[in-house]
């Protein structure tokens, strides 16, 4: 087939104007790269705050201990003294010098840290001798010193204390009563009875085992006396003391 100038020429000028329209498409087409998107990093997460155990406190077991003591008291003091001889009565007074005197005792016992607890013990004074006496009967005073063998007294108390306790240190108070044994040395009748008394004081807890405690105690006991010739009510003595108490507890 024979193609004219004229249709050669306007072929070629379709075809450059086809390159031309799509080089135009492919230069308008915009370049698009894929960006990769920064993702942000998660902060770890905060360590847990650690929780404080809470300190342990003292249980409130009942404990047992027993002590060895030393009591300073070795004076009984009577005010209220009636005598009477011949049926005639006279009033006075009279105090009884004595030994101080160690001693021992057990003791229950339940004293939890920073609360309220209590105390009951048992302990033996060991005998006293009784040495000398002062009295005074209507104006008139009398001295007496014993010979041996001595008057003596020993007595067994029992107790029972509040006790408020901190960490180590503690305060025990309350109540006693005292049963005594006496022994005359020149034949007169005398009974001796426990009463009331009290005894209050501060101790400390030196370990789980060990404590150590110092008290005043105040014990009282009624005395009478008599022979053929005379009867003597002495009433209520008090006998008064320091006491330093080395405990181990169980």
């Known amino acids: 087939m024979l193609i004219t100038h004229n249709q050669g020429m306007k072929n070629i000028f379709v075809i450059l104007a086809s390159i031309l329209f799509l080089s135009n498409c492919f230069a308008q087409e915009p ?30 077991k009942t404990k047992v201990s027993i002590f060895a003591f030393y009591n300073t008291a070795n004076s009984m003091t009577f005010s209220d003294i009636k005598e009477t001889t011949g049926g005639v009565t006279y009033s006075g007074d009279a105090t009884f010098y004595s030994d101080m005197a160690p001693g021992f005792g057990i003791e229950i016992f339940v004293a939890p840290e920073n609360h309220w607890g209590w105390s009951a013990g048992l302990t033996y004074d060991s005998t006293r001798n009784l040495n000398s006496a002062n009295a005074g009967f209507s104006g008139q005073s ?27 240190f503690y305060l025990p108070f309350g109540l006693n009563v005292t049963s005594p044994t006496y022994k005359s040395s020149d034949g007169t009748i005398t009974t001796v009875t426990g009463t009331l008394g009290t005894q ?11 404590s150590i405690e110092g008290l005043l105690r105040l014990v009282e006991f009624n005395v009478t ?24 507890i169980f």
Do not use: C
């Open 200 to 210: 209050g004081g501060a101790g400390f807890f030196v370990n789980d085992h060990f």
């Open 142 to 168: 009398v001295s007496v010193v014993y010979a041996d063998p001595k008057p003596t007294i020993s007595f067994v108390t029992v107790y029972g204390n509040a006790i408020y306790r901190w960490d180590s």
């Open 225 to 248: 006396r008599s022979s053929s010739t005379f009867y003597i009510d002495y009433g209520t003595g008090a006998m008064y003391g320091a006491q330093l108490n080395l405990k181990f």
């Open 31 to 60: 370049q698009t790269t894929s960006t990769p998107t920064e993702t942000p990093a998660t902060p770890p997460a905060p360590s847990p705050t650690p929780i404080a155990e809470p300190k342990p406190t003292s249980d409130h």
